[in-house]
């Protein structure tokens, strides 16, 4: 594709500085309005439409397609809500509304001596989330992300970081995997908390089949692994995005990641399907606000 | 950051509303309300909180201008298509304003002495106001039945009015009353 027409494929730098104008410039009483819009616009995207509507196939068996088209646009809405409230954040420090959901075990990780890793999936606003968080916790949060795959729109996303820089928050990009790991585990060894999406795996992550919705799903080994050689508990913890301007942190039971067997991958798939189960039952009860946009599952519905 | 926590009843803090009639109405319902202990929230106090108020202006927004364009073609068309014509055209007309405003207009407006975000939304919600009123004024003196829906807007954009002078005059009280939650002017 020629150079400058790649910033206008949906991966593009152009949309994100689109976000960015209307942030600064919408007035936020026909916010609705515009990103209602938008979200239907952006339905035009063939791949992460269909993505979407396979995954709702089989989070909702037997649901006709012509339902799962209304369900996909409500995923987009609540995608460009979330994005929108995210780049918000960055730019006026506007913060929303909270809930916070298994306050005894977010007591439990705010109290906990020593680090974590903190697992979540792409869901709401995991910017604000983790933003919220580092505000309440005197520790610092390493949150590891998936890179952009267009550099220009990787560089005006690490420009955006870079304005918005939060003491408390540091944002790492899973480029180099190895490199990586020996930078968490350090991070973790010293007592902060590592945030890590673990619903997706990107081409490179060395990933644990698992099950979501009875069928076959790859899950990354690495923020498992990671707690195993660190001996951190993993804490499920989501970001939902619960209405306009108000989100709600669901913190689940901890996962620990303990050696038992002689065969580290049992112990490791234990912990593995424990994650699957929690972050099935979230996605059941918010498939709208699962920001998945391809297939997480090759099987058929 | 401005946050009340563990407090249900502080949605109803007036900071929490944009328009006068909604910041009054909030006003009333903070004074009639009962302490709501809830554990476990914490609500922010910027003024376009609330998803009702942030929900239905639009939406009136959209009708009036909706209802504008569909009297400038019911001379061509039944009322039924022009309506349901006008209804996509006008959320298009509110996106390409917000364009045009922000591509053109602001980059000299800007360089007045205030922040860049502050300066962009407020041309942008001055002027898409002006074309929403003037929108009504002209379609509450049109013959076509839809000149009701003018005519409503007006009504509302008066007691919006009203609904300001009530608040200056409150100044105090409601000052008074958020200040029970930490919420300083």
């Known amino acids: 594709m020629i150079g400058w027409l790649r910033r206008f494929v949906v991966q593009g730098v152009f949309w994100r500085q689109g976000l960015r104008f209307g942030v600064l410039y919408i007035p936020l009483w026909i916010e609705p309005l515009i990103i209602a819009s938008w979200a239907l616009f952006f339905l035009l995207w063939g791949p992460g439409r269909r993505g979407v509507m396979h995954n709702l196939r089989l989070i909702k068996p037997g649901s006709w397609a012509v339902t799962n088209f209304f369900r996909t646009y409500r995923v987009f809405w609540n995608f460009a809500w979330s994005i929108t409230d995210t780049a918000r954040f960055r730019e006026t420090r506007t913060m929303p509304d909270w809930e916070f959901a298994g306050l005894e075990h977010l007591q439990a990780l705010m109290e906990h001596e020593g680090g974590a890793v903190i697992l979540t999936a792409h869901m709401g606003s995991y910017d604000i989330g983790a933003a919220v968080f580092s505000e309440t916790s005197h520790r610092q949060i390493v949150m590891v992300r998936a890179p952009e795959t267009d550099p220009r729109t990787r560089a005006f996303e690490e420009s955006q970081q870079e304005r918005a820089r939060d003491d408390g928050l540091r944002i790492d990009f899973n480029t180099r995997a190895s490199e990586l790991a020996l930078e968490l585990l350090h991070s973790l060894q010293q007592g902060n908390l590592v945030a890590i999406q673990g619903d997706r795996v990107t081409p490179g992550i060395t990933s644990i089949p698992s099950m979501l919705f009875e069928k076959p799903a790859m899950m990354p080994a690495g923020p498992f692994a990671l707690a195993m050689a660190a001996r951190v508990p993993v804490f499920p913890l989501f970001i939902v995005r619960a209405g306009r301007r108000r989100y709600r942190l669901v913190t689940c039971a901890p996962i620990h990641v303990v050696r038992r067997s002689r065969h580290r991958d049992d112990d490791l798939n234990a912990a593995v399907t424990q994650w699957s189960k929690e972050l099935e039952d979230v996605i059941r009860r918010g498939w709208y606000q699962w920001f998945a946009f391809e297939p997480y599952s090759e099987s058929p519905a | 950051m401005r946050v009340v926590r563990d407090r249900a009843e502080a949605r109803w803090l007036p900071s929490r509303f944009d328009f006068a009639l909604f910041r009054l109405f909030a006003y009333i319902r903070l004074r009639r309300t009962r302490p709501e202990p809830r554990p476990g929230i914490a609500l922010a106090v910027e003024r376009h909180q ?126 008074e009353a958020e200040a029970r939650y930490g919420v300083e002017p």
């Open chain 2, 50 to 175: 609330s998803a009702l108020e942030n929900f239905l202006v639009p939406v009136v927004g959209l009708i009036v201008l909706a209802a504008f364009i569909a009297t400038l073609i019911d001379e061509s068309l039944p009322l039924g298509t022009a309506c349901a014509l006008a209804l996509p055209a006008a959320a298009m007309l509110m996106n390409v304003q917000v364009l045009v405003v922000g591509v053109l207009l602001i980059p000299i407006v800007s360089r007045l002495p205030r922040r860049q975000a502050e300066t962009g939304q407020a041309v942008n919600s001055f002027i898409m106001l002006v074309v929403v009123i003037g929108a009504a004024t002209l379609l509450s003196v049109d013959p076509s039945p839809l000149r009701r829906i003018g005519t409503a807007f007006l009504l509302l954009a008066g007691a919006n009015a009203v609904a300001f002078v009530c608040l200056l005059l409150l100044q105090r009280s409601i000052a």
